[in-house]
């Protein structure tokens, strides 16, 4: 039975046709939508191979059980049986059928159950194999279908992208980590990186970091050779002023070492003279710096008291600023501070004392606000070569400005003494150039023959009165300028200098002029309270001559 249905064309074959397999195949790698349906009929295909495959197996292990023959004993009874009563048997066999059937399966003749036996065996293997060749091929639809799969997703993406081709690609940089907007905008150098702080908050506060400053700096932008110090040393450039206070600070401790200034005389650019800037805090870190120049810019703020801590400076220059406040204390830490220049800014306050600074030679405070009395207090007096602090609130001279013993340069112009003159300053033998104009100062001028070497006097628009002390400017062989216009002298004798080989310049009161001042000798002052000595005609070789160069 088992036999039959195997061979029976009319049934559904054990096996599927291989040749319907391939093509299924094919179907299903042209064509993607046939897919699912190739699948769900494979499986059914798989389901009935593996039940009728089941029922085979069963039917192979009973058939294995009939090589066993029966004992020799009932061998020979059986076939006794079958000799002697065959038609017995027969009858037997058509009168009871349901007995038969009903009685144990007596196994066939042993040749044709060897040859059935061989048969269904053979039959087992090829379908074996043949199911192994299918789980093969299953696998290989399998792949096919997952390559489909993901060809379609391809094909769809690129669609997808022929479609929005476009279409502008927009990203948030608030979807950014900060350590990749710190990374990307690391490569663009200094000088423009910081215009796109506008971009955002976030981006403002990642170029703010310390983080950055480390990644982003290059320290040959900020190093700039300095034309004053001897040798071939580096200082910090004016970029440094203009990066924010962390940045500032990562470029101070990275260049602390060989710094030895900060700026020049050529220091910003035209096109940053705009930007205002300020000393930093920082400027502590950079101890090996000798000089600071950084003059006519666009400082703002107040001189950091951490000034003090670079003790190696022996120059300050910041004249033309826009500094404010009160000087700091910590000034006189500098000890090796020969140079100092603040003119032209807005500091206020009196001027400290600075009793340690033994070194210094000039100092510069022009046009500033400072009060109280004229700074006289200094490590070693004799050393003061140059002190102008001309046009600021000052309201004292002071007694002990006659320390200033060698002393060459005086300026206290456009201060509201309303005094008199001390009269230790004309023990200041060595000055060359002394001003003191438009002080509201009054008294009268015995004493200035002392001053030997004096080139250049200016006590213009003040109060001095008395007599003219004709002869002792006289005797000053040196001088070159005599600016003496508004004031109130009286009485004196005549000042004649021509019999100098060198003519003189001079400013008086024309009045004045007509009776205590020779014609001969003089020539006209080109200052803004200049007046032109008249004694009566010029002769004809001094209009022809051409006056001289006044002050530098």
Not at 5 to 19: A, C, E, F, V
Not at 139 to 151: F, G, P, V
Not at 427 to 433: H, I, K, P, V
Not at 510 to 517: A, D, G, L, N, T
Request: glycine share 4%; with cysteine; charged share 20%.
């Amino acid at each position: 039975m088992i036999m039959a249905w195997i061979r029976t064309p009319k049934n559904t074959p054990i096996l599927p046709n291989p040749n319907l397999i391939m093509k299924s195949k094919l179907d299903s790698e042209s064509n993607p939508e046939n897919c699912v349906a190739h699948k769900a009929k494979h499986r059914a295909v798989t389901w009935k191979f593996e039940a009728r495959l089941v029922t085979v197996t069963l039917f192979a292990s009973q058939v294995r059980s009939w090589k066993n023959p029966l004992p020799a004993n009932l061998q020979s009874k059986s076939m006794k049986r079958r000799r002697t009563a065959p038609n017995s048997e027969s009858k037997r066999n058509a009168a009871t059928p349901r007995a038969v059937s009903d009685a144990l399966p007596v196994p066939p003749a042993e040749t044709n159950t060897a040859t059935t036996l061989a048969t269904i065996l053979h039959t087992l293997e090829t379908m074996q194999a043949t199911m192994s060749s299918m789980q093969t091929e299953v696998t290989d639809i399998k792949e096919s279908q997952l390559s489909i799969i993901s060809a379609q997703r391809d094909l769809s993406n690129q669609v997808l992208d022929l479609q929005k081709h476009k279409e502008k690609l927009f990203l948030s940089l608030q979807d950014l980590p900060l350590e990749l907007i710190v990374q990307i905008f690391a490569w663009i150098p200094v000088r423009t990186v910081f215009k796109y702080r506008r971009l955002s908050r976030m981006i403002n506060q990642c170029l703010l970091t310390s983080q950055f400053a480390v990644l982003n700096m290059r320290t040959s932008d900020f190093q700039k050779k300095s034309r004053f110090l001897r040798g071939s040393n580096h200082g910090i450039g004016w970029l440094w002023l203009l990066v924010p206070p962390s940045y500032q600070t990562v470029v101070a401790r990275a260049m602390a070492p060989h710094a030895k200034g900060i700026g020049g005389y050529d220091f910003c650019p035209a096109h940053y003279k705009k930007v205002t800037m300020s000393l930093p805090n920082s400027i502590s870190c950079l101890t090996a710096v000798e000089e600071i120049i950084l003059e006519t810019n666009t400082l703002i703020g107040k001189i950091p008291d951490v000034i003090g801590t670079l003790k190696n400076l022996t120059i300050v220059r910041l004249a033309g600023n826009s500094l404010t406040g009160a000087l700091p204390s910590s000034l006189n830490l500098l000890s090796a501070l020969q140079y100092l220049n603040l003119a032209e800014n807005q500091l206020n306050g009196e001027f400290p004392p600075l009793p340690n600074l033994n070194s210094l030679e000039s100092l510069k405070i022009s046009r500033n606000c400072f009060t109280g009395p004229v700074p006289t207090v200094f490590g070693n007096s004799r050393k003061m070569a140059l002190f102008h602090a001309d046009h600021n609130h000052f309201s004292v001279i002071p007694a002990s400005i006659g320390q200033l013993t060698n002393l060459v340069e005086l300026s206290i112009s456009g201060n509201r003494f309303s005094s008199e003159i001390p009269s230790e300053l004309w023990n200041l033998g060595s000055l060359t150039f002394l001003e003191m104009s438009n002080c509201n100062m009054f008294g009268s001028l015995a004493g200035v023959g002392n001053l030997r070497n004096l080139e250049i006097l200016d006590l213009a628009n003040n109060r001095f009165s008395g007599e003219f002390p004709s002869r002792e400017i006289y005797n000053l062989p040196l001088l070159e300028e005599l600016h003496l216009v508004g004031n109130q002298f009286s009485g004196g004798k005549v000042l004649d200098m021509s019999l100098r080989d060198n003519k003189m310049t001079m400013c008086m009161d024309r009045e004045f002029q007509r009776k205590y001042v020779i014609r001969q000798g003089f020539h006209k002052c080109h200052e803004q309270h200049g007046v032109v000595p008249f004694t009566g005609d010029i002769s004809d070789s001094e209009v022809e001559d051409k006056p001289e160069i006044g002050r530098p």
